[in-house]
Nanobody
């Protein structure tokens, strides 16, 4: 399994970005998918995840601003990030897993929010 993440960049506070993570080499629909982030000097934390059935879960600080979604036909998970804040600055990673398999990680994409 390989995961390719993209969509990061530099944006001003209040702006938006959409991250994408595309999987190859596996049956995508049966896996849970998640987005994590890691800021300098901090531990990696779960931002949002979505199960194979479409149930979602969010970090409290991003609720109402971020939306995770998936397109199984495209083997892609998305993270729509709105009203970005400087504290959202981090490297964002996608993760793919299911019971007994994985987790598999993408390479990370940098998100930088300027004040």
């Amino acid at each position: 399994v390989q995961l390719q993440a993209c969509g990061g960049g530099l944006v001003q506070a209040g702006g938006s970005l959409r991250l994408s993570c595309t999987a190859s080499g596996s049956v995508f629909s049966i896996y849970s998918m998640g987005w994590y982030r890691q800021a300098p000097g901090k531990q990696r934390e779960l931002v949002a995840d979505i199960t194979s059935g479409g149930m979602t879960n969010y970090l409290d600080s991003v609720k109402g601003r971020y939306t995770i979604s998936r397109d199984n036909a495209k083997k892609t998970v998305y993270l729509q990030m709105n009203n970005l804040k400087p504290e959202d600055t981090a490297v964002y990673y996608c993760k793919m897993w299911r019971w007994g398999f994985g987790p598999f990680w993408g390479q990370g994409t940098q998100v930088t929010v300027s004040s």
